[in-house]
């Protein structure tokens, strides 16, 4: 099926038609600007999971989790989770963050990555962004260095890495933790290296729905520190010590374990897993029609008053989890009203993101004067991210690269 079946509308009632415009054609199917890509074998594998009586985490959890590990193929262990937010929880925790302590991350960035620091009672300290990349710029993070910070959280934004060696000079000249938000990174090559085996401390990555491969909700922590992958593991599940249980299961009957902290309820079902373990054996398949859809939008729009997205270099590799575009001030339309347009074309876009700085909440509980952001502003006022998926067709992708020919004349 490809994204036209799907997102074909329901059949016009007769009572609206008088009203619609006078075509002779229907109007194109809405292009979503992201969709999962769910096959028969997901499917199967939840039904098979239904069908064993084991539905919550148990030996589907187990696998997937060795099957992250295997496709990283480093010495880290791979820890599942309901959402990445839940493990960026975890991963601060495991660190030792508390009251009184600062955590940097970008404005450029989902709600989630500076929400875990509250839930902690620790200040995220939200910073600027590198203007090329949209990543965390290490010069902003360090100016923001103070002696409180404890961390650091870089985004790899759209799903390209941050300045790593930079960023993990600075932690180590400083002392402070890396907790990557690999949300977008999945997977991410970072000079030859994937993202998830790179000398932080903690790498968390998502399996939300939208992202580059999905379990409906789902996450993964991935660690090297044994000591940290102990305490992640009892965090999230209640603070049940599963050392004590171990310990005492032979001596004791079934019904015994030990809660030794006041644990959280992170845990992903093996129903979710068995989704994974399938979209992972197609995660090559997936990236490289991410490459192919973001290479032709790179052909295609060159000439429009457009900034593309940047090319990493060397031996890094983009996961193209969003392909999103800044508009040029020579542009004849702004962004906001460029969406609507596109909209009216039948095609959806989004913007990745609001910055933090301008949120509500974050205005009013962060360090977040706009000045201080310039470069997110400006990218913020200018981007949008358009539809890529990899189920998209060469002929929805043709419809919007003419249509932004048709809106953006030069
Ligand atoms: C999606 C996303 C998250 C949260 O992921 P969930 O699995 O939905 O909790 C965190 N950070 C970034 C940058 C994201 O895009």
């Known amino acids: ?57 148990g030996p589907t959890a187990r696998r997937f989790e060795a099957a992250f590990r295997d496709y990283l193929g480093a010495d880290v262990q791979a820890i599942s989770v309901n959402s990445a937010t839940a493990g ?4 601060l925790e495991s660190l030792g963050i508390g009251p009184g302590d600062e955590v940097i991350v970008p404005t450029l960035t989902f709600t989630a990555t500076a929400e875990v620091v509250r839930y902690l009672g620790a200040q995220p300290v939200l910073v600027d962004v590198d203007a090329v990349t949209l990543n965390m710029d290490p010069r902003a993070v360090e100016a923001a260095i103070t002696p409180r910070t404890r961390a650091i959280v870089p985004v790899h934004y759209a799903g390209m890495a941050c300045d790593m060696d930079a960023l993990l000079a600075l932690a180590r000249r400083h002392e402070l933790r890396v907790v ?97 373990i399938e979209q992972l054996k197609k995660i090559d398949r997936f990236l490289e029609q991410r490459q192919r859809l973001a290479a032709r939008y790179d052909e295609a729009l060159a000439g429009l008053p457009l900034v593309l997205p940047p090319r990493p270099e060397g031996d890094s590799t983009h996961a193209w989890h969003l392909y999103v ?21 039948g095609i959806g876009t989004s913007v990745h993101f609001i910055p933090l ?13 706009p000045e201080r ?15 890529l998926y990899t189920r998209m067709t060469d002929a929805s992708q043709e419809r919007v690269i003419h249509a932004l020919h048709e809106l953006l004349p030069c």
């Open 1 to 57: 099926m490809d994204d036209h079946q799907l997102a074909e509308p329901a059949a016009t009632p007769a009572t609206t038609l008088a009203a619609a415009p006078a075509t002779a054609t229907a109007a194109p199917p809405f292009l979503p600007f992201a969709l999962p890509d769910i096959g028969e074998e997901e499917i199967a594998a939840v039904v098979e999971c239904l069908r064993s009586g084991w539905v919550t985490t």
């Open 88 to 91: 960026l929880h975890l991963a």
């Open 180 to 276: 990557e938000d690999a949300a977008h990174a999945f997977p991410t090559r970072y000079r030859g290296r994937l993202v998830g085996t790179l000398e932080s401390d903690i790498t968390v990555f998502s399996f939300y729905a939208n992202k580059t491969m999905t379990t409906g909700e789902g996450g993964m922590v991935v660690v090297r520190d044994p000591e940290l992958a102990r305490r992640i593991r009892l965090m999230r599940l209640h603070g049940i010590s599963q050392d004590a249980f171990d310990r005492y299961v032979s001596k004791t009957p079934a019904w015994f374990y030990e809660v030794v902290a006041a644990g959280f309820k992170y845990n992903l079902t093996d129903i979710a897993a068995a989704i994974g």
């Open 325 to 345: 575009v800044r508009l040029r001030e020579d542009a004849a339309l702004q962004r906001d009203e460029l969406i609507v347009r596109l909209s009216e074309l």
């Open 357 to 369: 700085h301008r949120q509500p909440y974050w205005r009013d509980n962060c360090v977040s004067a």
């Open 373 to 387: 952001f310039p470069v997110a502003e400006a990218a913020f006022g200018a981007m949008l991210t358009l539809p």
